[in-house]
């Protein structure tokens, strides 16, 4: 009945260090994202958040367990492969940001585009038409240096979104930014699932986590509790739309 | 929650029957507090009483009264939205008394009642944000009701958040050799 998940995590853990400083960041967690599909996670500092969304993006190999996106498991890729299959299917916007120093906002953009083979003209003005997605169409020219620090995570976000990316990973993609223009990244990246990509967010506001069809919550490094939208509201006592 | 204001406001722009204030107000706050029209006719009568409305004309043929603001009712109004609403005029907090109670009763475990209280919490969250989606950008009232749940339903999640991470601590703090051996 479902569509095959995107991205699935069997059993995956990630233990750091190891004799007195070994640190498990994440116990063994099962996780599957179909497209169309938006999953939230919340958790405490130090959680595990991040250390999911690394081993989701292949930029970090479990410890234990498999990881499978679009039914690849990464662990079996080599190194070329791995990093084909994150550039053409896997956007993601990194908790730092990882904007390049040297290039200009468009540039940053471009960047995946132009490394999969795009024309410098063609990736430039998807580049641009990301910008203007996102509500930047001013900074395009501009070095992360000259962008304030809301600016500067919503370019990072039009990078993770910019091309056909079916997967997408965005760790705290709106810790930067007000409500309002936060809210306007989530309706972007709502639109993105409604469109079939799987999205995985890590948000520390449930405000933004609310946008999901699934919330996951991580304590210690486990999967403690998943909610969807299914309690009633106060709207459904009334007549609402 | 104030009627009594509410039908105020909806009477600045001209006279209205009952039923029409009933359904006006409904549409404005997006059905987010129905009212019955028991309420209404209750209400009206107490702010006619009051002075602050009157009967506008005769009654229709099926005796229907058409109500209109008085001088003072103006006043009232204004005062009404020149006013912040003080933090504690706010009814007591069932959830925070629950939580309370919880601590400190033995044989029931707070982190369980604190957890099951946010799977709710976040449930109703992101089924307000649903319905969000659904009310057009245009329709000022309503998004700016749904604003105030989603917002209210936000701050209870965040405080659950704190209330669970504060008896996790607590319960480091007081059995440190009972996690170890766990
Ligand atoms: N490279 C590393 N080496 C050692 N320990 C690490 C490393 N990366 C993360 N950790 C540890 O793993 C745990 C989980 O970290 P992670 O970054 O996943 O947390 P998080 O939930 O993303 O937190 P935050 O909300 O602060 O971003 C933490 O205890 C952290 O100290
Ligand atoms: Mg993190």
């Known amino acids: 009945m479902t569509a095959n998940p995107v991205l699935e995590l069997r059993n995956a853990a990630k233990v750091y260090g190891g004799g007195e400083t070994l640190v498990t960041a994440l116990h063994g967690a099962t996780l599957a994202v179909a497209p169309g599909e938006l999953v939230a996670v919340r958790g405490a500092s130090g959680s595990g958040k991040s250390t999911l969304l690394h081993l989701a993006g292949g930029l970090d190999a479990p410890s234990s367990g498999d990881v499978l996106v679009e039914g690849q498991s990464l662990g079996s890729q080599s190194r070329k492969d791995l990093a084909r299959l994150r550039r053409r299917s896997i956007g993601y916007v990194f908790q730092d940001l990882n904007l390049v120093p040297s290039l200009t906002a468009a540039e940053n953009i471009a960047l995946p585009r132009e490394l999969d083979g795009a024309s410098a003209g063609e990736a430039r003005t998807e580049a641009l038409a990301a910008l203007e997605e996102i509500g930047l169409r001013g900074v395009a020219d501009r070095f992360p240096d000259e962008m304030s620090g809301g600016q500067q995570q919503r370019v990072a976000i039009a990078r993770a979104l910019i091309g056909a990316r079916r997967l997408v990973l965005a760790d705290e993609p709106t810790g930067a930014l007000d409500s309002e223009t936060g809210e306007g990244v989530m309706r972007l990246l709502r639109a993105r699932c409604d469109a079939g990509a799987a999205c995985l967010l890590v948000t520390h506001e449930p405000r933004h986590s609310a946008w999901a069809d699934r919330v996951v919550f991580l304590s210690d490094g486990a999967i403690v509790d998943e909610t969807t939208a299914d309690a009633p509201t106060v709207l459904d006592l009334g007549a609402l739309t | ?182």
């Open chain 2, 1 to 182: 929650m104030s009627i009594k204001h509410g039908l105020l406001a909806l009477l600045a722009p001209g006279p209205k029957y009952g039923y029409q204030l009933k359904a006006e107000f409904e549409a404005t706050t997006g059905s987010a507090w129905p009212l019955n029209i028991g309420q209404v006719y209750s209400t009206l009568q107490r702010l006619e009483k009051g002075g602050q409305i009157e009967a506008d004309g005769v009654p229709d043929d099926d005796g229907r009264v058409i109500y209109a603001l008085t001088p003072a009712g103006r006043e009232e109004l204004a005062g009404w939205f020149h006013t912040p609403i003080a933090q504690e005029s706010r009814p007591r907090d069932e959830l925070a008394i629950k939580l309370a109670m919880a601590v400190n009763t033995p044989g029931v475990d707070a982190r369980e009642v604190v957890q099951a209280q946010r799977r709710q919490a976040m449930s109703s969250l992101q089924s307000l944000t649903r319905a969000k989606a659904a009310v057009p950008d245009e329709d000022l009232a309503r998004v700016m009701v749904v604003d105030s749940l989603i917002f209210a339903a936000e701050a209870e999640v965040s405080w659950l958040d704190r209330c669970e991470a504060r008896l996790r601590n607590a319960r480091t703090e007081k059995t440190p050799e009972k996690e170890a051996v766990q």
